[in-house]
């Protein structure tokens, strides 16, 4: 368990999503995931407007429509802190690990980020378009409590601790590019030289893989606010 490794966070519909089969882990701390395309998808990448938000004192849960269906955010305990300041009518970046309960799926946040420019949702809205066409808006409205938890949430509970260094690192490498983004993108070998860590190269892939980032033009980085 040293060396976890971070799974692809796709870009799709949330349509999607909530068609697809739902398939558990073999493995004991193998991430279940929904079979799309040719992909197992077990990490996403989505953008959309919250439209309900929910909390008690040990979960914090959210809706979330990127126009073609909702979908049922959710977090536990001390996690719940991290998106306190995300409400009803942000438009946002999800980022999150696909999970089941009650053949429902659901999504369990790692990042929830605002965004302010609107035309993202756009831009989200014409890549999913060349991917995979047009799709029919989902119906199914998520409706499971608050208070349930799968057997899934709490096996995992182990993977996320353990990814929690990998988080920390990768929003040090976010405030770097932010830092030296002085209005022509962060140079990337300079946030490379900079960030001190030997696994940066990759954490900057992840995260223009992930849609936090972007290549304003060749070798010089943003972050997408």
């Known amino acids: 368990m040293e060396n976890v490794k971070r799974n692809t966070a796709y870009k799709i519909w949330i349509a999607n999503l909530l068609k697809a089969n739902y398939f558990r882990g073999q493995e004991q701390f193998e991430a279940g995931y929904v079979e799309f395309g040719n992909n197992k998808i077990s990490r996403v990448n989505i953008i959309g407007t919250i439209i309900d938000k929910f909390s008690n004192e040990n979960s914090l849960s959210f809706n979330l429509d990127d ?14 802190n991290n998106f306190n300041d995300i409400n009803v009518g942000d438009l946002v970046l999800l980022i999150g690990k696909v999970k089941e309960f009650n053949n429902f799926i659901y999504v369990t946040p790692e990042i929830i980020k605002k965004l302010d420019n609107p035309l ?44 929690g260094n990998i988080d920390n690192s990768r929003e ?10 002085f209005g022509d993108g962060a140079d990337l070998e300079e946030v490379i030289s900079k960030s001190g860590f030997t696994e940066s190269r990759n954490l900057i892939n992840e995260l223009l893989m992930d849609g936090e980032i972007f290549e304003l033009h060749k070798g010089k980085l943003r972050v997408i606010d």
């Open 172 to 181: 040090t490498i976010l405030s770097l590019i932010e830092k030296l983004d």
């Open 67 to 80: 126009g073609s269906g909702i979908l049922k955010l959710r977090t536990w305990s001390e996690n719940s």
């Open 120 to 163: 993202w949702l756009k831009v989200r809205k014409n890549e999913l378009i060349k991917l995979f066409g047009e799709v029919q808006r989902a119906d199914n409205i998520p409706s499971f409590s608050n208070t349930e938890v799968s057997d899934e949430d709490m096996t995992m509970n182990v993977i996320e601790e353990k990814m």
